[in-house]
């Protein structure tokens, strides 16, 4: 089974946060993963994307293309994605920031208010947790365990003060049912 | 078995390049291969080593020349517009006949061009970016763990041969993280008698030098030279062959290339189409001999590139022109998707 995910933000959002959280996860449940960011002159407000793909088989190429599952985390990024979801994916939409509807009626949709979420436990940057919460609940191939072994590997030992907050934004995401 | 981590491609070769011995790192920033630089500046202090920054990358490399001459292991990394840069000072370390490691991290051109991955500087590489008769040994990583891998190799053959070696990676393969298990730290003991590294009045003392100013010698240097290179393309060719033994149509790719070629590989066997990749490791030497083979059996040959067509000419000239050789390319920074070249390979299906 391979599983593609295409997580796409502002610079800031920790678009390629979540990604690496999502890629150590895989690695420590012994899975073959990939993470590509975009790398061009992006900063904080521009556009930021990343290809993140879980699989049991060697990954070949590691840019999605086709991803089936779409973390759109802003307006400019399901403009441009929502066209490339395979029929049947999953997008995730935070509908804090998102105010139109996916047109798509192939694919399952998932509204998280995830901005206004993170707000309201406190952590106001960790939107990007709060999706990928919900992405771990809806999604067959992501399993809901090892979340603070791979928290771990992704948050540097310096804010190790950070963990709790983070695995609360993961938790929120996950309760959350919308 | 050491614990798999994920790491960056670029973070990676640095990472393989200390374990290899490699004590010495002289560079300049640019992207996309910069995180290999700021790897360095952060580790070689704690272990004893030389980071330097330097002020230009004409510079550096002539700063890897001097330590080169020493017998120590030394690199420098680049992308494109650098490596550029680089070139004199590469045919004097070829001239000179001194191992190094040049890493290659390319972004499309020519000029100052794009940041984007590209695979545009394969002649540059392969045909003697500089000036003279020269070769260098050119391995090309298609993932994270070869990038560790063959940064371990790169400095071993360099050493074996006395020649420079270069890295050919790509903007994605420095920028993507895949799980590595990084090779185990070796201490290196190859024995340089030629090194310049004080008499203790002893000996006679070394010199490097790459000048000659009676022709006849400089002849003799370079039939010389161009044994071992022979050695070389007899002992050193490394490629993967995937899906090829009953292969009707061949798909050439390196690097990022041959990644997504592999893909549009599965995709055509299951459609039915006898398809199959030949991923070169090393493109100089080139896996002549290889296609040269497959072109006794398989109908066409595709190369994937991304450039405006480069390796192609290698591909042609390894099977004699003798079946028809594909491009299917993207250029600037754009990397073709599996469907082209799926697309690519229905087209010769169709044409044989």
Not at chain 2, 240 to 254: G, M
Request: proline share 5%; hydrophobic share 40%; charged share 20%.
């Amino acid at each position: 089974m391979t599983t593609e995910i295409l997580i796409a933000g502002f610079g800031g959002q920790g678009v390629l946060f979540a990604g690496k959280f999502l890629a150590y996860k895989g690695l420590i449940e012994n899975k073959q993963v990939s993470w590509l960011p975009s790398y061009g002159p992006e900063m904080r407000g521009g556009t930021a994307n990343c290809s993140v793909i879980l699989s049991d088989e060697p990954v070949g190429s590691p840019i999605v293309s086709k991803p089936y599952i779409l973390m759109a985390m802003n307006l400019p990024s399901l403009d441009k994605y929502e066209k490339d979801v395979l029929p049947g994916g999953l997008i995730f939409v935070d509908s804090t920031l998102i105010e139109r509807k996916v047109t798509r009626s192939d694919v399952k949709v998932f509204y998280i208010p995830s901005t206004a979420l993170a707000a309201e436990i406190g952590a106001p940057t960790l939107a990007n947790m709060i999706m990928t919460g919900k992405v771990i609940k809806e999604c067959d191939g992501i399993s809901s365990e090892n979340l603070e072994a791979a928290l771990g590997k992704v948050v540097s030992a310096r804010h190790a003060d950070l963990k709790d907050i983070n695995l609360k934004a993961l938790q929120t995401g996950m309760d959350y049912a919308g | 078995m050491s614990e798999k981590v994920l790491m960056k491609g670029n973070e990676a070769i640095a990472e393989a390049a200390i374990r290899a011995g490699c004590r010495h790192y002289f560079g300049y920033p640019i992207t996309p291969q910069t995180e290999l630089a700021a790897y360095m500046s952060k580790r070689m202090p704690k272990i004893g080593g030389v980071f330097l920054q330097a002020e230009s990358e004409i510079s550096a490399i002539n700063m890897v020349y001097g330590v080169a001459g020493s017998g120590k292991r030394v690199m420098t990394s680049s992308s494109s517009p650098g490596v550029s840069l680089k070139q004199e000072g590469i045919s004097y370390i070829a001239g000179s006949d001194l191992p190094a490691l040049i890493v290659n991290v390319q972004r499309g051109g020519p000029g100052l061009g794009g940041i984007q991955p590209s695979q545009s500087d394969y002649f540059q590489a392969t045909k003697g970016g500089g000036h003279g008769d020269y070769h260098l040994i050119v391995l090309t990583p298609a993932s994270v763990q070869e990038m560790a891998d063959l940064t371990s190799l790169a400095f071993d053959l360099a050493d074996k041969y006395r020649v420079p070696a270069m890295l050919l990676a790509d903007g994605t393969t420095g920028q993507m993280m895949e799980p590595v298990e990084l090779p185990e730290e070796k201490t290196v003991s190859v024995d340089k008698p030629w090194a310049v590294t004080g008499t203790g009045m002893k000996r006679k003392h070394n010199i490097i030098n790459s000048l000659y100013l009676q022709p006849d010698e400089l002849e003799k240097m370079n039939f010389e030279r161009f044994e071992r290179y022979k050695l070389i393309e007899e002992n050193e060719v490394r490629y993967e062959s995937y899906l090829t033994e009953d292969a009707d149509i061949v798909v050439v790719a390196f690097g990022i290339a041959a990644r997504v070629s592999k893909n549009a590989v599965n995709e055509a066997r299951r459609q039915g189409i006898k398809a199959g990749l030949v991923r070169p490791i090393t493109v100089w030497p080139f896996p002549k001999k290889a296609l040269a083979d497959l072109s006794k059996t398989a109908k066409g040959f595709i190369s994937v590139e991304l450039s405006m067509g480069q390796m192609i000419d290698d591909v042609r000239l390894a099977i004699n022109c003798s079946r028809p050789v594909a491009l299917c390319n993207r250029a600037g920074g754009m990397i073709p998707s599996p469907d082209e070249v799926l697309d690519s390979i229905k087209k010769m299906q169709e044409g044989i």
